[in-house]
């Protein structure tokens, strides 16, 4: 049961939740008018979301400066010397199976993905993989509308991976687009509230079956309409965007609290392949932030290389990763008072 404090009072205890509970800032200094103002989330009209995604694509607008910039700036600004902290990576990886397993298998079958598997274990960088229950065998065409059963394979390493650092969230159904042009590609965005809440009660039973009980949901191609948030957050504690998203709710900073649910978008330079994040996510580590930071890996882009540079990421990252359930954790105090939280630390 979430308290019925503001959004953007939810949202500050989150940036500042690490300082809130080791007792580095009050609740009052943390809730002026001039923070709460510095995170509060504005949806922009279409035009100037379509104006921020065609500036970013040109290089004329930086997502990490809008957002995990800033965010650091605001930490520094409240805490001065105490916001000196690593960054608290949360490492997200698209998807499993893969979306063309069953088109490519000797490429995106499951063999390729526990090679991926084995390198962040080995590296100790716990992760969070978007599961696809039920997936299209052919997911470009909206047309074809067949499903097929997880095999055995795919099972038992889903039930394996718990143990060995990964966390899961659902991906959709199953994958397949509802738009055949590939720049509008989705599997959520056009469906009203009913086929909407169909779609998704159908995921969660079928992980469930499984034995995942997903509180996180990563949408297909990173696309729903700011409309369909609210059935989003009845069925999910976060909520994931991506570059696609600007276009659909603007370029915010996350983790940051919309009514009922926490979205956590990620954009360039940590939405790429290994090769190009590990530079910024250096950067990072060298500035002593302390925001969380999404890093969001697709594991079929790092075939190309054999995984070196996935494991040139990981040595950077290792260190300074947090687990998904530290974010779930923290936004459940965040809606908490002063003093339970205190009590519960």
């Given at each position: 049961?979430?308290?019925?404090?503001?959004?953007?009072?939810?949202?500050?205890?989150?940036?500042?939740?690490?300082?809130?509970?080791?007792?580095?800032v009050t609740e009052a200094r943390i809730t002026q008018p001039d923070v709460l103002r510095a995170l509060r989330v504005r949806v922009p009209p279409r035009p100037m979301r379509e104006a921020e995604r065609v500036a970013i694509k040109l290089g004329r607008r930086e997502p990490e400066t809008v957002t995990v910039r800033r965010l650091e700036e605001l930490?520094?600004?409240?805490?001065?010397?105490?916001?000196?902290?690593?960054?608290?990576?949360?490492?997200?990886?698209?998807?499993?199976?893969?979306?063309?397993?069953a088109?490519?298998?000797?490429?995106?079958g499951t063999e390729n993905f526990e090679r991926f598997h084995d390198v962040m274990a080995s590296a100790g960088v716990p992760y969070l993989t978007a599961v696809v229950p039920h997936p299209a065998p052919n997911p470009n065409d909206p047309d074809d509308t067949r499903r097929r059963e997880l095999d055995d394979r795919e099972r038992a390493v889903l039930a394996r991976l718990p143990a060995e650092g990964v966390e899961f969230?659902?991906?959709?159904?199953?994958?397949?687009?509802?738009?055949?042009?590939?720049?509008?590609?989705?599997?959520?965005?056009?469906?009203?509230?009913?086929?909407?809440?169909?779609?998704?009660?159908?995921?969660?039973?079928?992980?469930?079956?499984?034995?995942?009980?997903?509180?996180?949901?990563?949408?297909?191609?990173?696309?729903?309409?700011?409309?369909?948030?609210?059935?989003?957050?009845?069925?999910?504690?976060?909520?994931?965007?991506?570059?696609?998203?600007?276009?659909?709710?603007?370029?915010?900073?996350?983790?940051?609290?919309?009514?009922?649910?926490?979205?956590?978008?990620?954009?360039?330079?940590?939405?790429?392949?290994?090769?190009?994040?590990?530079?910024?996510a250096r950067a990072a580590v060298e500035r002593q932030g302390g925001t969380w930071i999404p890093i969001v890996l697709h594991w079929g882009w790092e075939l190309e290389d054999g995984f070196e540079s996935l494991r040139r990421l990981c040595d950077v990252i290792a260190p300074h990763t947090a687990r998904w359930a530290d974010l779930l954790d923290a936004a459940e105090r965040s809606g908490q008072t002063d003093d339970a939280r205190r009590t519960a630390a």
């Open positions: 049961m979430l308290s019925p404090m503001s959004s953007d009072v939810r949202t500050a205890r989150l940036l500042f939740d690490d300082a809130l509970t080791a007792g580095r930490r520094r600004t409240v805490l001065g010397d105490d916001a000196a902290a690593p960054p608290r990576f949360l490492v997200r990886q698209d998807e499993f199976p893969h979306w063309l397993a088109d490519l298998p000797e490429k995106f969230a659902m991906h959709g159904l199953d994958h397949r687009t509802r738009d055949r042009n590939p720049r509008k590609q989705a599997e959520l965005l056009g469906l009203d509230d009913d086929a909407l809440a169909a779609r998704l009660d159908e995921g969660l039973e079928r992980l469930r079956a499984l034995g995942i009980d997903a509180q996180i949901l990563v949408p297909p191609w990173n696309r729903f309409a700011a409309s369909q948030w609210d059935v989003l957050a009845s069925r999910f504690r976060v909520i994931t965007g991506g570059p696609e998203t600007v276009r659909l709710l603007g370029l915010q900073a996350g983790p940051v609290w919309l009514r009922d649910a926490v979205y956590l978008p990620a954009y360039e330079p940590f939405y790429a392949g290994a090769s190009v994040v590990a530079d910024p």
